[in-house]
């Protein structure tokens, strides 16, 4: 140490020599210690100007702020708070939890804000930019998220460790053209890695270069077999279906892809290199911290199976960033498309197979069976979909969503509908289709479905329960389920109509009074969504940013009145206000193009 206090006095070394000194303390004693303590404090009191503080900080921060130390800071905080706001009223379970969400609220919004001061002085710094995306994510903003995303200039292999923060978001929100769009530009990188990576293997061969010949080698491996590259290329093909320019001409579009050969998927342990990088994401959202036991075993989970280099990612980390997905949750992706495809071919050998493998992957998914209550079949309730879509799902720690679920039940439920239709259009008794035909609509499970999924999401905008910085964004997320699903209805009404077309003249009645049900129950559900869309949007152009902030939190109480005033007078007030515009222009361009897709299937 003696060594490291001399070169300190020395300006040109003092930096390194700081650093070494905390590297030293770091190593011998791993754990959080008063030397380490001190001698960060040392740093960050001569470099606390200097952009490069917060990185060079960051790496012995985390190491010593374990999840409980995190939990333990969290729950002195609320309690010294809530302790003092106690002597005015009593607070029950619900004043709690409210208080915790405008807290949440106060710290994420400040946050934002200030990043945004910090950027305009320090734009050099790609950490206050990822953190910028990652809080428009979770606030909902894909405009702003996609904005800085592109900002950040990443490229080659990068993109295989870092594009999980953006992909997929998109078609969440309910942007699918500019997810599509990110989705395709990314893969780019893996297409130019099969001609790319070999020409310098060769390189550096010839010029004797054989360590970097090696680095190629596990490169060009890695980028390959990587699991990011078939996140993307399933979110890709599910993207495109939905945002294909022409819908009139989706149904020939699928006809002729060969889907299911597309995206192949070696089942294999081993196969695939996750390269994601994880330790972008250090912050736990408050009400997952709260909700945590701090057992050392809950600490991490293996998220991800099947890999050559697996990753451990925290509960936290997961729960800050979707889509994180697992190998089954690409499986259920790319089955909803298949299902499009052999529709669209009418092939019912090939559609009831791959139901099987849907309803297989559902039963074996922990905490599906929640939302089905033990019988795929059974259409879940308003309640049971809403419960399966909270951030504290089990799901969440398997690389899922419950929004995942229910767009593949209804995708399950269209499936085993088509069937139905194929196998009552082979019948050439009168009196059994109309038999068999009145037997099975009434268990046709795609109706109650679909009538729960827009209650679903009308009883989102109804809810009472408006404060809390989730309220929008999660609605505009429920509003993005009902979409895609809106689109692999119409799908199936127009491969259906289709098929009926080409059947048996006998039997063309019955099957068109069947098809036609559908099509009465998915236009009267997306003429209330249509209808709820145009009330929000006209709500949010009328009151603006104002209105935004009061429907965060009840204005009424006395810790509303405080938020409101540290919000509205604080040190960043004017960075405050474009965040609010931001975020009001977001939501707007979310909700439109949810709108404009449903307005251009028309029924």
Request: some cysteine; overall charge neutral; hydrophobic content about 35%.
């Amino acid at each position: 140490m003696d060594l490291f206090n001399d070169l300190s006095s020395d300006p040109s070394k003092k930096r390194n020599a700081l650093l070494a000194k905390l590297e030293f303390s770091h190593v011998i004693n791993k754990k959080a210690s008063e030397s380490q303590v001190q001698l960060l404090w040392d740093y960050f009191d001569n470099f606390k100007s200097k952009p490069v503080c917060f990185s060079d900080m960051s790496v012995y921060v985390s190491s010593f702020l374990s999840k409980g130390k995190a939990y333990k800071i969290w729950s002195e905080s609320l309690s010294s708070k809530l302790k003092e706001s106690s002597a005015s009223k009593l607070l029950d379970e619900r004043a709690v939890n409210e208080f915790a969400n405008l807290l949440k609220l106060k710290y994420l919004t400040d946050e934002v804000a200030a990043l945004h001061g910090h950027s305009t002085k320090h734009d050099d710094s790609p950490k206050n930019s990822i953190d910028l995306l990652k809080f428009f994510i979770e606030l909902g903003a894909y405009l702003e998220a996609s904005s800085i995303y592109s900002s950040l200039s990443i490229k080659n292999i990068q993109t295989d460790s870092l594009s999980y923060l953006i992909l997929g978001q998109g078609g969440s929100l309910g942007m699918y053209q500019s997810d599509n769009e990110l989705c395709y530009s990314s893969l780019q990188i893996y297409d130019s890695n099969t001609v790319d990576t070999p020409h310098m293997v060769t390189l550096s061969y010839q010029n004797n270069a054989y360590d970097k010949t090696i680095e190629f080698v596990d490169f060009h491996y890695k980028l390959k077999n990587s699991f990011q590259g078939l996140c993307t290329l399933s979110l890709a093909t599910l993207s495109e279906i939905i945002s294909h320019e022409d819908p009139k001409e989706i149904i020939d579009m699928l006809k002729f892809s060969n889907l299911p050969d597309a995206v192949p998927m070696i089942d294999k342990p081993g196969y695939y290199s996750d390269n994601r990088d994880f330790s972008l994401l250090p912050c736990p959202s408050l009400s997952r911290v709260l909700s945590l036991n701090t057992e050392p075993k809950e600490d991490q989970q293996k998220s991800f199976i099947k890999m050559q280099t697996p990753k451990f990612a925290s509960i936290e980390q997961s729960t800050r960033s979707l889509p994180i997905m697992s190998f089954d949750s690409i499986s259920l992706n790319l089955k909803i498309s298949h299902a499009l495809y052999y529709v669209s071919l009418n092939n019912i050998k090939e559609l009831t197979r791959n139901s099987e493998e849907i309803r297989s992957l559902l039963k074996k998914i922990n905490g599906s069976q929640a939302l089905f209550e033990g019988n795929v079949e059974k259409s879940p309730s308003v309640s049971l979909m809403d419960s399966i879509s909270k951030k504290d799902s089990l799901l969440f720690e398997q690389g899922f969503s419950g929004l995942d679920l229910i767009k593949a039940k209804i995708v399950l439920d269209l499936s085993s509908f088509a069937i139905r239709i194929s196998e009552l259009s082979n019948e050439t008794n009168d009196d059994t289709i109309n038999a068999t035909a009145a037997k099975t609509t009434s268990q046709y499970s795609i109706f109650s479905t679909l009538k729960n999924l827009t209650n679903f999401l009308i009883n989102v905008r109804n809810s009472e329960i408006f404060e809390g910085v989730d309220y929008l964004p999660q609605f505009i997320r429920k509003a993005s389920l009902f979409t895609e699903c809106y689109t692999f209805v119409w799908i199936f009404y127009k491969s259906l109509s289709e098929t009926i077309n080409n059947s048996k003249e006998a039997n063309k009645d019955i099957l068109s009074k069947n098809v036609q049900s559908l099509h009465e129950a998915i236009k009267s559900h997306s003429e209330n969504i249509l209808s709820l869309f145009e009330q929000i949007t006209a709500n949010l152009k009328k009151n603006g940013e104002q209105k935004i902030l009061e429907g965060w939190f009840n204005l009424s109480t006395e810790i509303g009145i405080t938020v409101a005033s540290t919000i509205n007078h604080g040190e960043y007030l004017k960075s405050a206000n474009k965040v609010r515009s931001s975020l009001k222009d977001s939501w707007i361009a979310s909700i439109k193009s949810m709108k404009n897709e449903i307005i251009r299937r028309p029924l």
